[in-house]
């Protein structure tokens, strides 16, 4: 309880607000990008970006690169938000000698990162279980076919119950945890290399904004990947009937087995030029919102 009192007084909910608007930028800068991540890690397309993208848009027209966007824009604000707002406030709880003025240490930083990594694996788990089985269904003219978030929400809950909404919980949370310790270090140690002082001073320029943020998601993104493909094929079964995987492990060893271990890394190069982009615009976002909003540092 006294975490959360922190949480809500210490910091006015300005990380909160800043990192919605941070959040938002993300969803624009990025879904087309993440729709392809997503067609190459099912491999219904087969692994070329490039191939995929002139069939999607040949049959649906651009707006295909947009299926799914609602889910993670509706709720992309209240989850960015929770993230950063956790990690300013975990990341000052490591350093208990710690002046308001000055920055977190690296280690608070990290540990800052673990928690709220678990933290988003909450939010995030059943808002990319829609969104995934939005990105693969085809479009038809058949009247059953599934119109948007709500059809995905219904059908699962129909068959599975609420646990179906969490499918795919257990590895996004071993997907989440380390990779934001990775992604809010990264962003820390460059931006601070990039403008000497900027950590303490907020000072940096745009650019450094938007090199350290963009580095950030490529270095998280790099130390998860296998895990957020095997969790793509996971959660891609809930509107499949009977389900192709047993769990995690048994997920692992067939792909493997039948696809290689390349499949593993099936769409890291979508991904980690998406993450650039949106990772920049992510930080940049924020860094902005706090400014502008609460302290008129430009």
């Given at each position: 309880m006294e975490l959360w009192t922190e949480f809500a007084a210490k910091s006015s909910?300005?990380?909160f607000v800043a990192g919605g608007f941070g959040g938002v930028a993300a969803v624009i800068a990025g879904h087309p990008l993440d729709t392809l991540r997503v067609e190459q890690q099912h491999s219904r397309l087969g692994p070329s970006a490039f191939r995929i993208l002139r069939q999607l848009v040949a049959r649906e027209g651009p707006r295909g690169l947009f299926k799914g966007m609602a889910a993670p824009l509706a709720s992309i604000t209240f989850q960015n938000a929770i993230v950063?707002?956790?990690y300013a406030t975990l990341s000052r709880k490591f350093d208990k000698d710690i002046k308001p003025t000055d920055p977190p240490s690296f280690r608070g930083?990290?540990?800052?990162?673990?928690g709220a990594g678990a933290i988003q694996s909450l939010i995030v788990s059943p808002i990319e279980l829609v969104k995934i089985n939005l990105q693969l269904q085809r479009q038809t003219n058949d009247k059953s076919s599934l119109k948007g978030p709500a059809d995905i929400v219904r059908i699962i809950l129909n068959r599975e119950g609420w646990r179906g909404i969490y499918r795919g919980f257990t590895i996004t949370v071993l997907r989440d945890v380390p990779s934001h310790a990775f992604y809010f270090s990264t962003y820390e140690y460059i931006?601070?290399?990039l403008h000497p002082g900027c950590r303490k001073n907020g000072q940096e320029t745009f650019g450094t904004m938007l090199v350290a943020g963009g580095l950030a998601g490529v270095v998280s993104?790099?130390?998860?990947?296998p895990l957020d493909?095997?969790?793509t094929r996971i959660q891609s079964q809930?509107?499949?009937t009977p389900l192709m995987y047993r769990g995690i492990v048994d997920c692992f060893r067939r792909s493997v087995k039948n696809e290689g271990w390349n499949v593993l890394w099936r769409g890291l190069g979508t991904t980690l030029t998406r993450a650039f982009i949106v990772n920049g615009a992510v930080f940049t976002g924020y860094e902005t919102a706090l400014r502008l909003l609460f302290t008129n540092n430009f």
């Amino acid at each position: 309880m006294e975490l959360w009192t922190e949480f809500a007084a210490k910091s006015s909910g300005k990380e909160f607000v800043a990192g919605g608007f941070g959040g938002v930028a993300a969803v624009i800068a990025g879904h087309p990008l993440d729709t392809l991540r997503v067609e190459q890690q099912h491999s219904r397309l087969g692994p070329s970006a490039f191939r995929i993208l002139r069939q999607l848009v040949a049959r649906e027209g651009p707006r295909g690169l947009f299926k799914g966007m609602a889910a993670p824009l509706a709720s992309i604000t209240f989850q960015n938000a929770i993230v950063f707002q956790s990690y300013a406030t975990l990341s000052r709880k490591f350093d208990k000698d710690i002046k308001p003025t000055d920055p977190p240490s690296f280690r608070g930083v990290i540990f800052g990162g673990f928690g709220a990594g678990a933290i988003q694996s909450l939010i995030v788990s059943p808002i990319e279980l829609v969104k995934i089985n939005l990105q693969l269904q085809r479009q038809t003219n058949d009247k059953s076919s599934l119109k948007g978030p709500a059809d995905i929400v219904r059908i699962i809950l129909n068959r599975e119950g609420w646990r179906g909404i969490y499918r795919g919980f257990t590895i996004t949370v071993l997907r989440d945890v380390p990779s934001h310790a990775f992604y809010f270090s990264t962003y820390e140690y460059i931006r601070e290399k990039l403008h000497p002082g900027c950590r303490k001073n907020g000072q940096e320029t745009f650019g450094t904004m938007l090199v350290a943020g963009g580095l950030a998601g490529v270095v998280s993104w790099m130390s998860c990947y296998p895990l957020d493909v095997i969790k793509t094929r996971i959660q891609s079964q809930s509107n499949s009937t009977p389900l192709m995987y047993r769990g995690i492990v048994d997920c692992f060893r067939r792909s493997v087995k039948n696809e290689g271990w390349n499949v593993l890394w099936r769409g890291l190069g979508t991904t980690l030029t998406r993450a650039f982009i949106v990772n920049g615009a992510v930080f940049t976002g924020y860094e902005t919102a706090l400014r502008l909003l609460f302290t008129n540092n430009f």
